[in-house]
């Protein structure tokens, strides 16, 4: 089973400020790595596929990046919606095998 | 405008059964996969199984292969996640999420429905 693992654990940015969290594979996984956003209270929304690619409605200052074991997201100017929880997505498609990372938390300095 | 409206959570006893249900609208539901996710704070995020547009594929997560069944309704625009031998690390939010059609990611999430499993 490929196990995710995100850092930090948390990240303490200022509103205006970049935010970069990083997302490891115990093995490779190639692209097939999502995003998501989840705001308190709501469930989780997709941001990036396919390592890099955003998801319909997702503005510009979110980026996604890295292939194989290593995957950043970027977001280039946080905004007050943008503090929240993070989980990375490994998705394979045979045999299914979709496993989540345990999360970063990204909070106001 | 996609919306996915689970229900069905509820508190059950261990080794109790229970039944969650998921209503689509917005979307031509048997067009896509689905799948249900759920969400504990010992556990995290937790994909639990995913069903084919036709009904023909599931597929399970290790952690409830043998004791969950996912079906779907397509008449109904409805999704199903029947659940026996509940333990307490079956506690969780289950969510109710639409496949991208594409690849399995989650393009759209419902609000989630609470099943706790305690005497």
């Known amino acids: 089973e490929i196990v995710m693992t995100q850092s930090p654990a948390t990240l303490s940015v200022s509103p205006g400020e970049r935010a970069t969290l990083s997302c490891r594979a115990s093995?490779?996984?190639?692209?097939?790595l999502a995003w998501y956003r989840q705001k308190p209270g709501q469930a989780p929304r997709l941001l990036i596929y396919?390592?890099?690619t955003r998801a319909a409605g997702i503005p510009a200052r979110f980026s996604g990046s890295g292939s194989g074991t290593e995957f950043t997201l970027t977001i280039s100017s946080l905004q007050s919606e943008d503090f929240a929880v993070y989980y990375c997505?490994?998705?394979?498609?045979?045999?299914?095998?979709?496993?989540f990372g345990g999360g970063t938390k990204v909070e106001i300095k | 405008e996609v919306q996915l409206v689970e229900s069905g959570g509820v508190v059950v006893q261990p080794g109790g059964s229970l039944t969650l249900s998921c209503e689509a609208s917005?979307?031509?539901?048997?067009?896509?996969?689905m799948h249900w996710v759920r969400q504990s704070p010992g556990r995290g995020l937790e994909w639990v199984a995913l069903i084919s547009w036709d009904a023909a594929n599931t597929y399970y997560a290790d952690s409830v292969k043998g004791r969950f069944t996912i079906s779907r309704d397509n008449n109904k625009n409805s999704l199903f996640l029947q659940m026996n031998s509940l333990a307490s690390e079956d506690t969780a939010l289950y969510y109710c999420?639409?496949?991208?059609?594409?690849?399995?990611?989650?393009?759209?999430w419902g609000q989630g429905t609470l099943v706790t499993v305690s005497s």
């Open positions: 093995q490779s996984v190639s692209s097939d």
């Open positions: 396919g390592a890099s």
């Open positions: 997505q490994h998705y394979n498609n045979w045999p299914p095998s979709l496993t």
């Open positions: 917005g979307f031509t539901f048997d067009d896509y996969t």
């Open positions: 999420a639409k496949d991208d059609g594409s690849n399995y990611v989650f393009d759209h």
